[in-house]
């Protein structure tokens, strides 16, 4: 029994404790394929994968992979939710993620077919509900993750969550190292998950203009918090499309999400009939949520155009602070070796200093019996 075998390694399937998320454009079956290969787990973002395309992609990751050892992430107020939801059973997947979550009767099914849930949370309170409501496991995502992210840093929310639940618990946020990890597992987590050092790898399917932005990121300041994409927490690398956003005036926000929201219609062929029910449903669950329902459309649009197309400076460019920490793009296999390897270096580190201390005191509780 090695430090690489805890709880999650042993739930998943996965040789290493360490989990690619899922990215938006970015986590998609070559990248899934490119973890899995190299001993991690990895997680399909079914949030942006078409519907007409999403079996083939669990398709590809199985043929390539030998198995379902892999997760997918979906959103409820996805389009085609039932659709993620009947394909992660119908292939026995390993895990789903999600963060808004399903409802109890759906995580009764997954639980049924022995598909482990795995909810993200950024905040105690979150934990908590989430364990209430069925979660295997939990993903904690600390505020200077990537994407929406929450205001309490991994450093709280990590030893807040530890403490108040029993299932395993999954660090997130700000991870890039091997040191990083030794330090997730001395504090008691089961396995760490890395968003933005997957995305900024050369598996990755993000264009190569956006990816010497990101490389040339230096300051984490200036991987900030915004609001004006969809009204909630969104971490991301600072550019001039970001800053016309916010300057904009809440009527030219709304024009703009409702441009983007028409596009995302046209694309994924969303009846508007389940757009206008989605909107209703979250505004009876809380009216002052309109618009921020109405600029949640804007999110899969404007992460197309730097993502997907290449254009760093005319969309969105969601990552975590980690990103300043970040210089070179290695394949998930390289970077995973260089993760396990460097919390080798730690963790033996650590249990010599213990040993050492160990030792130093038996000496003096000796010296102190023959006094
Ligand atoms: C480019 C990008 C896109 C993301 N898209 C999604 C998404 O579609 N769904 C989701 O649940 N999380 C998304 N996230 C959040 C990540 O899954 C993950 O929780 C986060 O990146 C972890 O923090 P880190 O970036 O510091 O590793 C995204 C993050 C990034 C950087």
Same mark, same amino acid.
């Given at each position: 029994?090695?430090?690489?075998?805890?709880?999650?390694?042993?739930?998943?399937?996965?040789?290493?404790?360490?989990?690619?998320?899922?990215?938006?454009?970015?986590?998609?079956?070559?990248?899934?394929?490119?973890?899995?290969?190299?001993?991690?787990?990895?997680?399909?973002?079914? $949030?942006?994968? +078409?519907?007409?395309?999403? =079996? $083939? =992609?669990?398709?590809?990751?199985? +043929?390539?992979?030998?198995?379902?050892?892999?997760?997918?992430?979906?959103?409820?107020?996805?389009?085609?939710?039932?659709?993620? &939801?009947?394909?992660?059973?119908?292939?026995?997947?390993?895990? *789903?993620?999600?963060?808004?979550?399903?409802?109890? =009767?759906?995580?009764?099914?997954?639980?049924?077919?022995? &598909?482990?849930?795995?909810?993200? &949370? #950024?905040?105690?309170?979150?934990?908590?509900?989430? *364990?209430?409501?069925?979660?295997?496991?939990?993903?904690?995502? #600390?505020?200077?993750?990537?994407?929406?992210?929450?205001?309490?840093?991994?450093?709280?929310?990590?030893?807040?969550?530890?403490?108040?639940?029993?299932?395993? &618990?999954? +660090?997130?946020?700000?991870?890039?190292?091997?040191?990083?990890?030794?330090?997730?597992?001395?504090?008691? $987590?089961?396995?760490? $998950?890395?968003?933005?050092?997957?995305?900024?790898?050369s598996d990755s399917p993000t264009p190569a203009l956006t990816l010497e932005r990101y490389l040339a990121t230096r300051d984490t300041q200036q991987v900030r918090v915004t609001l004006a994409v969809d009204g909630m927490r969104h971490r991301m690398v600072d550019n001039p499309f970001i800053r016309k956003l916010e300057a904009a005036s809440p009527m030219g926000r709304l024009w703009i999400a409702l441009r983007s929201a028409r596009k995302w219609k046209a694309q994924t062929g969303m009846s508007t009939l389940h757009m206008l029910r989605t909107f209703i449903a979250a505004i009876k669950d809380d009216p002052s949520a309109m618009s921020q329902v109405i600029m949640a459309a804007n999110q899969p649009i404007l992460l197309q155009r730097s993502m997907v197309e290449g254009f760093p400076d005319e969309g969105i460019l969601p990552s975590g602070q980690v990103a300043a920490a970040i210089d070179k793009l290695l394949s998930c296999q390289q970077l995973i070796d260089e993760i396990v390897q460097e919390a080798d270096v730690c963790l033996q580190r650590l249990h010599q200093r213990m040993q050492q201390e160990t030792a130093s005191l038996h000496a003096e509780q000796h010296r102190s019996a023959h006094v």
């Open positions: 029994m090695s430090w690489h075998d805890t709880r999650v390694t042993a739930a998943l399937g996965c040789r290493f404790p360490i989990i690619q998320t899922a990215m938006g454009w970015v986590s998609d079956a070559n990248l899934v394929i490119a973890t899995t290969r190299a001993g991690g787990f990895g997680f399909l973002a079914g $949030a942006t994968i +078409a519907a007409d395309q999403l =079996e $083939a =992609e669990i398709n590809k990751v199985i +043929a390539a992979t030998g198995g379902s050892n892999f997760g997918l992430n979906f959103h409820m107020f996805q389009d085609n939710a039932g659709q993620c &939801v009947d394909l992660a059973i119908k292939y026995r997947l390993r895990a *789903v993620s999600y963060g808004r979550g399903p409802d109890r =009767e759906t995580i009764q099914r997954f639980k049924d077919a022995n &598909v482990l849930c795995i909810p993200t &949370v #950024g905040a105690l309170k979150h934990a908590i509900k989430a *364990v209430e409501l069925g979660a295997d496991m939990i993903t904690i995502q #600390g505020g200077e993750g990537g994407g929406h992210t929450g205001g309490v840093p991994t450093s709280i929310l990590l030893p807040q969550v530890l403490s108040a639940v029993d299932i395993p &618990v999954i +660090a997130a946020g700000g991870f890039s190292t091997g040191r990083g990890l030794a330090s997730a597992l001395a504090a008691g $987590a089961d396995a760490i $998950a890395m968003g933005t050092r997957f995305m900024m790898s």
